[in-house]
């Protein structure tokens, strides 16, 4: 006769500031979650309630208070190595049928309660911790750039992005212009404003790692009322820059357990085949190449064609969307990750994904998707 454990502990993950382990208690499989900051616990509880009602979420057992933070015991739904999240549907050679299925009924949830809850709100009610608050006075914002100059490439562009409204840039053979500083102070200034926004019932930060396959919603800190552009803005840019690119590079822990992860990056990352500077026309010449694997594409066109063009039709309609979204779009290039911090080939990309986003021709539904491959125009 087989002994069943009364307690097994499985490997302890961490993700940002907190901590994830599995459990298993008496053959029930449960997964506690470790966060040391207050407030951020209490969002977490009030925001599994508020999803809870509209979404598929796994069952929050207990939450207690503890030395140095406070644990929170949630049901664990089903996973394994290269299993039970969106990830792993996007970590494969080309789209299933899976994936396809998974889309559909991820947008498809997401645009009935977006219309069902969807209403004009003043920005103080609105979830305010991937934007508002990295764009305030003490903010990301502040912490990565205030004060601080840096090379757009060492080795490749020598020049501070201080001055990089003195050069005209010419990415892929088109021209564009960015004022690093007046583009700061636009982003603040944009998203400091009173003005009310389009905001409805989402969780906020929507990953592919805080989506469970079969469908569910992990991750609760953001979930409540969230600007509508801004859950756009998330997943567009983290399906086809941060997931599949800019994570497994940056912080590879997140994805211990989904090791497929680093095997797609070289069909997720950007190569620049040209980096030079003109001096005598002040231009800087980028030449690069954008890669998105196809399970990623696939992703990305079903989002826009099943649920960015359909709430747009609604709630914004005749509306210039390229516009509505750029600001959001914006701070997440800006605000994920110090662009400082990262390679220069990399912050190069980046600058020039930035450019792009600021054009007056940014288009997002090829911005999102690769121009070898592009999605159908909105």
């Known amino acids: 006769m087989t002994v069943r454990p009364l307690l097994r502990v499985g490997p302890v993950r961490r993700f940002t500031r907190n901590l994830l382990c599995p459990v298993d208690l008496l053959g029930r499989p449960l997964l506690l979650k470790y966060t040391r900051d207050p407030a951020e616990a209490r969002q977490e509880i009030r925001g599994h309630a508020r999803l809870a009602r509209h979404y598929r979420v796994p069952a929050l057992h207990t939450h207690l208070r503890v030395p140095g933070g406070h644990l929170l015991t949630y049901e664990r739904l089903p996973c394994g190595t290269d299993q039970g999240l969106l990830l792993d549907l996007l970590n494969t050679g080309e789209p299933s049928s899976a994936l396809h299925d998974y889309m559909d009924k991820l947008t498809t949830t997401y645009r009935d309660v977006i219309l069902t809850t969807a209403r004009p709100t003043d920005p103080t009610h609105v979830i305010q911790k991937l934007y508002g608050d990295r764009s305030a006075p003490g903010g990301r914002l502040d912490t990565y750039y205030a004060g601080r100059d840096f090379l757009v490439a060492d080795g490749l562009v020598d020049i501070p992005v201080s001055r990089l409204g003195t050069y005209t840039l010419n990415i892929n053979g088109r021209r564009h212009h960015v004022d690093w500083a007046a583009t700061l102070r636009w982003l603040r200034a944009h998203l400091a404003s009173t003005e009310p926004v389009w905001a409805a019932l989402t969780q906020g930060d929507p990953t592919d790692v805080n989506l469970a396959h ?81 399970p990623r594409r696939a992703a990305v066109t079903a989002y826009w064609d099943r649920l960015v063009r359909p709430v747009a039709e609604r709630l914004w309609p005749g509306a210039d969307l390229p516009n509505l979204l750029r600001p959001y779009l914006a701070m997440r290039v800006l605000g994920v990750y110090n662009l400082a911090d990262l390679a220069p080939k990399v912050r190069l990309v980046l600058l020039a994904r930035l450019a792009e986003a600021m054009s007056p021709a940014f288009d997002p539904a090829t911005y999102f998707c690769p121009l070898e491959s592009p999605c159908p125009a909105p």
């Open 214 to 294: 079969p469908l569910a919603w992990f991750d609760y800190d953001t979930a409540g009322m969230n600007s509508i552009l801004g859950e756009f803005a998330n997943f567009l840019w983290y399906a086809s820059a941060l997931g599949g690119w800019l994570v497994p590079t940056y912080n590879p822990a997140a994805f211990a357990d989904h090791p497929a992860t680093f095997n797609r990056v070289p069909a997720n990352s950007p190569e620049i085949r040209r980096a030079d500077v003109d001096h005598a026309t002040s231009t800087i010449h980028i030449d690069y190449a954008p890669r998105l694997s196809a």
